[in-house]
């Protein structure tokens, strides 16, 4: 039925769209702060990320007429005159600026070994005269190393020289170009798409073990008198009010060689030595497990919370035997609980840092280990870039998974 | 009560119920019901009722006493084997299942045939008028369709027996009294076993065949409807179903069915004794306001009270008159609004008359 149009003056019109601008505005303003603060530490900082995993422009900074030169040079042969030469000069300017360590290390990453080779290049045009590395800088160069007569490290310079590249991906995942500029399998050592799937495992290992300690608990919590909940509660939120240092530090306690694990355990004869708790997989896994068990108990016990009893009753009334009917009912009731928790404590794990760095040794080392390894210590914050970068990709993928699977709307974290 | 065998269907003997071991919340309760029956459990919150519901279903333990269906004891027997159909104040309809999901449930529990099934729960909507629905989740329905579908569901599978745990109670008024014909419809039509659970008198008077009423773990009086309302055993039973005056006096005489109380302002008033012992001196009166009439009246009479008017109120079908005896006790009528109805100024003296027969005297202790 078309409906009397609703006719309203200018005055109330004007009035009208003012109210709903003043409400945008109200809804604006309430939200801004956390907008802002968003925005700066997590949009900006990740945006860099992303853009340094692959905007690499040291090498073209350093040796700008260089990589000009090489523009033209099809890879074939040696370079000619025209780019070895400026190359001399360029390395003689950077070793005078000091600067030529960098260019060393940055070629190093392209083709492991460059490193010395560049720095004593470098020491040795700069005694060398501008005037003479003008006249007959290729054959310096020449004399200086015999690796500057070989086309494939021109081919390494040329690649170190590109200011948008994939090679960090390239390495992230193990792989490397080949001469023929194809994608293979990394020759040399292959660490990180093991260290992925290790990270993922023990992720799923510490999700499994808290949604099989955390399950019963909030079941019990949720259907406990509120006086008991609330101070069984009060057990599961202490965690969360004492430093994460003193938490994990509280384990190499338990577990070192001399700790009360096997202190306890030599004392009551089960064992003659004690067992390598510390310093393991292991003990990653269990240290996180505990950590992060509460945000794996809080969103299943409010949903399970919100489940009414008579549900159960209702089908056990209804003839359904309890574990029957614990599936078939009250589990995709407490479903939105499972999966945000579950979600919660994955996602939180695969990037997780201080813990596994404190008590995991070398084998419980997880990616976020080495991505702060390259950060700190080799400098390499491309590859660390391209690291993390994976990593949000894997999490977003699973996401996105998990999405089709059982449906984003489902999550109910309180 | 009737042959043996049709009252012991169900049983309740002795059953008591504490919770903390100290208080009983169920204090020895007793019942019979017949098969078809359609009994109510009636009482103020934490009376007891749901306690002797839930110790039926099996979620709750029997502290002592037994409960018997057909003869067999079933306090033993896990809450999924008793066969008793459930409907819930909540309606505990399963919101991730569809409305023909959730009427198939217990029918796919007992692994009968999906195209059983399909057929029955076809049949059942029908029932409740709900056909179209069948696809829904319970989160689409009104309240009305709820409890319908929840209601079809505890008697899809024929349960022995179905228990109601204040069905209705989330409803308003005008569903709530539709649902009352709907379930008793259904009940005359399929002849099973209810007890009833409510608070609601009205509920419980016009859908019970009868209607035990609880008070502090006890029941006070197990009754059909009209004996429970024209005569009550006690005074809280007096009180609590329907409105009531209650004047308290002094017996001044003991005969075989009656006794005469000496009220506020002089007067002998002769009742019916309830449960007032030889021995006592002083009792409660009960009169219901319908059954008082205002002088100067046509209707027969055996007792008469002078009262001051207090006021007079308007309801609609009826008028309500408020008048006050000397010891202030206030005292109601209601008089159908027809022309007789008489008109007092304020203080003005009316006298008000009953019939033996409609007044009863109690022993003065009222809980």
């Known amino acids: ?414 | 009560m009737s042959s043996k065998s049709d009252s012991s269907f169900l049983q309740f003997k002795n059953v008591k119920k504490s919770y903390d071991q100290k208080t009983l919340v169920v204090k020895d309760f007793n019942l019979d019901v017949k098969k078809g029956e359609f009994v109510t459990l009636l009482g103020p919150s934490g009376s007891g009722k749901t306690t002797v519901l839930m110790m039926l279903a099996g979620f709750e333990s029997i502290t002592s006493g037994d409960i018997t269906i057909q003869g067999e004891s079933i306090k033993r027997t896990a809450p999924y084997r008793r066969n008793i159909g459930m409907v819930f104040q909540s309606y505990a309809l399963f919101p991730h299942l569809t409305v023909s999901e959730n009427l198939g449930y217990p029918l796919s529990v007992r692994k009968l045939d999906k195209s059983d099934i399909k057929a029955k729960v076809g049949n059942y909507l029908k029932l409740i008028e709900l056909e179209a629905f069948g696809d829904r989740y319970p989160g689409q329905l009104s309240g009305g369709q709820r409890q319908r579908v929840a209601l079809a569901r505890a008697l899809i599978y024929e349960p022995r027996l179905v228990l109601m745990d204040e069905p209705l109670g989330a409803l308003d008024k005008k569903l709530r009294e539709q649902m009352q014909f709907e379930i008793s419809h259904l009940h005359h039509r399929l002849g099973f076993t209810v007890i009833y659970v409510t608070h609601d008198q009205t509920e419980a008077l016009t859908m019970s065949s009868r209607i035990a009423v609880f008070n502090n773990g006890v029941v006070q009086q197990c009754a059909p409807p009209d004996d429970l309302y024209e005569r009550p055993s006690n005074a809280f039973v007096a009180g609590f179903i329907g409105e009531n005056n209650f004047i308290s006096g002094n017996v001044s005489a003991h005969k075989k069915k009656t006794v005469s109380v000496a009220v506020p302002g002089g007067r002998k008033i002769v009742a019916q004794n309830a449960d007032v012992g030889s021995g006592e001196k002083n009792c409660i009166i009960s009169i219901r306001p319908e059954k008082i009439f205002i002088q100067p009246t046509a209707h027969a009479y055996d007792n008469e009270i002078t009262a001051k008017f207090v006021a007079r109120y308007y309801v609609g079908d009826f008028i309500r008159y408020n008048f006050r005896l000397a010891d202030r006790t206030e005292i109601t009528v209601k008089v159908l609004n027809d022309l007789a109805a008489p008109e007092f100024s304020e203080d003005e003296d009316a006298k008000l008359v009953w019939l033996t027969k409609d007044c009863f005297a109690f022993r003065k202790e009222r809980q």
Not at chain 1, 40 to 45: G, I, L, S, T
Not at chain 1, 270 to 279: A, F, S, V
Not at chain 1, 339 to 344: H, I, M, N
Not at chain 1, 389 to 411: M, P
């Open chain 1, 1 to 414: 039925m078309a409906q009397k149009p609703i006719i309203l003056s200018a005055e109330e019109t004007v009035s009208a769209r003012r109210e709903l601008f003043r409400r945008k505005f109200m809804a604006f303003a309430f939200v801004s702060p956390l907008l802002l603060f968003l925005l700066f530490a997590f949009v900006a900082p990740i945006s860099t990320m992303l853009y340094r995993s692959f905007y690499n422009p040291t090498v073209a900074v350093l040796i700008p007429q260089t990589i000009a030169a090489m523009k033209t040079w099809e890879g074939k042969s040696v370079p000619g005159t025209d780019v070895t030469a400026v190359f001399a000069a360029e390395l003689k300017q950077l070793a005078k600026k000091r600067l030529s360590g960098q260019l060393a290390e940055a070629l190093n990453r392209v083709r492991p070994g460059l490193s010395s080779i560049v720095k004593s290049t470098a020491r040795k045009m700069r005694r060398a005269e501008d005037a003479d590395l003008k006249e007959k800088g290729t054959e310096l160069l020449m004399e200086a190393n015999g690796v500057w007569a070989e086309k494939s490290t021109w081919r390494a310079v040329a690649r170190a020289g590109k200011v948008y590249t994939v090679d960090n991906f390239l390495t992230a995942l193990d792989l490397e170009t080949n001469e023929s500029g194809s994608i293979q399998r990394r020759e040399a050592t292959q660490i990180y798409v093991a260290l992925y799937t290790k990270t993922l495992r023990i992720a799923l290992i510490i999700t499994v073990l808290s949604l099989l300690l955390g399950y019963p608990l909030a079941y019990y919590l949720a259907n406990a008198p509120s006086k008991l909940a609330n101070a069984l509660m009060l057990m599961v939120l202490l965690p969360f009010w004492t430093s994460l240092l003193v938490r994990t530090t509280s384990w190499i306690a338990l577990l070192q060689t001399n700790g009360v694990v096997n202190s306890t355990l030599i004392w009551s004869g089960l064992i003659d030595t004690p067992l390598e708790l510390l310093y393991t997989q292991f003990s990653t896994v269990i240290a996180m497990t505990h950590i992060l068990l509460p945000f794996m108990i809080l969103p299943l016990y409010s949903v399970m919370k919100g489940i009414d009893p008579s549900y159960m009753r209702a089908a056990l009334s209804m003839g359904s035997k309890p574990v029957p009917a614990f599936i078939r009912i009250y589990l995709p009731m407490s479903l939105p609980g499972l999966s945000a928790g579950a979600l919660l404590v994955f996602i939180i794990s695969v990037g997780y840092y201080i813990t596994p760095a404190l008590v995991g040794g070398t084998d419980g080392q997880m990616i976020s280990n080495i991505i702060a390894f390259h950060m700190q210590q080799s400098n390499n914050w491309e590859l660390a870039a391209a690291l993390g970068t994976l990593l949000l990709i894997l999490i977003v993928a699973l996401y996105w998974t998990y999405d089709r699977l059982v449906g984003a709307g489902n999550i109910k974290l309180g």
